[in-house]
């Protein structure tokens, strides 16, 4: 099973932008699956963005065309780049590798998105 280690989060602007990593080790990174998720206060948990094993990428309707998520197996490192942040951008985000009831998950980061 992959342990995941989520960085990058931190107080923002609105405007601004933000770059998380997720680190992975434990196993062969580059045959997962891997999505980033956030929870903001109050709400359940929801789906932010996915990359494939072949670079392919999908995104929620919400942060279409703000955010990019790319990975970098040589590093076993997702990243969601984070731009024009507004305040309903603020969550805690988590990562994922895998798929279903087998997927691992990582500790969150904090993003709050406050002027």
């Known amino acids: 099973q992959v342990q995941l280690v989520a960085s990058g989060g931190g107080l923002v602007q609105p405007g601004g932008s933000l770059r998380l990593s997720c680190a992975a080790s434990?196993?062969?990174?580059?045959?997962?699956?891997m999505g980033w998720y956030r929870q903001a206060p109050g709400k359940q948990r929801e789906w932010v963005a996915r990359i494939t094993t072949d670079g392919s990428t999908n995104y929620a309707d919400s942060v279409k065309g703000r955010f990019t998520i790319s990975r970098d197996n040589a590093k076993n490192t997702v990243y969601l780049q984070m731009n024009s942040l507004k305040p309903e951008d603020t969550a805690v985000y988590s990562c994922k590798a895998g798929l279903g009831s087998s997927a691992s998950w990582g500790q969150g980061t904090q993003v709050t998105v406050s002027s």
């Open positions: 434990g196993s062969i990174f580059s045959f997962y699956i």
